[in-house]
């Protein structure tokens, strides 16, 4: 009885299971967790990087929403558009036009914790395939305002 | 026995003295006044009397958009005990959120967010983020973050119940 239940993975499994892995695999597609650890940078060594007074300055990026970039954002840094829209893309890929391929590029967003920021990912692929070589992703493991306003590093407000 | 009993009625009563004034002295919600997605105007104000639940939220936020079920039922069970849930995104555009909210069929009202909101509620610098207004206008709760449909609920059915 039990060898007639089986039936083994038919056609239909199949097929469910390949749309499983296709969505998961567009979903992570858009996923800050996908980044490689290497190309990230966290508060800390972001925080050090920019009151030193030695070493190449970043350029920072915030490419998330531009209503919480108004209300706060890492002084210096300019808003290049949401990562997660074809509009934001476009205005990211406009502001570093000029840019040199091998300027230190820092990206950031803290829209929400880490895993669901839609916005890091897709800004670090544009300028990857792009050429530029020295980008980092600034990691925010809640939000910007629990792991970098809350933690006393400068704001700037604006804009 | 007596003296158990006088002694209980102190106990109890300074509890209970306590527990209002812990509920009194909580900060005022700031008012606002927001174009909902109709172009019709929202103020806060005009929902005193109602416990209120504002909740910020963005149609790019993964969190804010699985929220928003939960709410929506929220929203038709306890709309007749006085819950009003009013939302407040704070996407770039209004068209992502029309579009959102049509599709979601949302039974509250949406506002159309801005720094200055975040900026009178503390910040909104992350999503999402929802407080609960009692029926004196009063921030009882901040919620940041993922909540669950069963805090929200729990905090809710204990602000209708409490009259305030």
Redesign the interface.
Known sequence: MKKQMYSGPSVARILVLLLGGLFAASTLHGQASSIPSSQLINVEDLSRTLQSGKGEKPIILQVG????Y???HIPGSDYAG?G??EAGLTQLKERVEFVPKKKFIVLYC????WS?C??VKPAFDTLHALGFTNVKVLYIA?????DW?NKGYPVA?GH | MLLVAIVLVIVLSIHRKDGNTRRESRPSAPDFSLSQLNGQSLQLASYRGKVVLLDFW?T?????RDEIPHLIELQNKYRAQGLQIIGVS???SPDPVRDFSQHFKMNYPVVM???DI??LYG?????PIAFLIDREGRIQKKF???TSASVFEQNIQSLLKSGT
Do not use: E, K, Y
């Open positions: 929403s531009h209503v919480l108004q209300q706060a949401a997660s829209t803290g829209c929400c914790p669901h839609p916005n809640n939000n910007f305002g629990t306003v407000s | 963005a790019w936020c993964d969190p804010c704070m996407d770039d967010g801005n720094a975040g900026r910040g909104v610098l992350g999503l940041i973050g993922a």
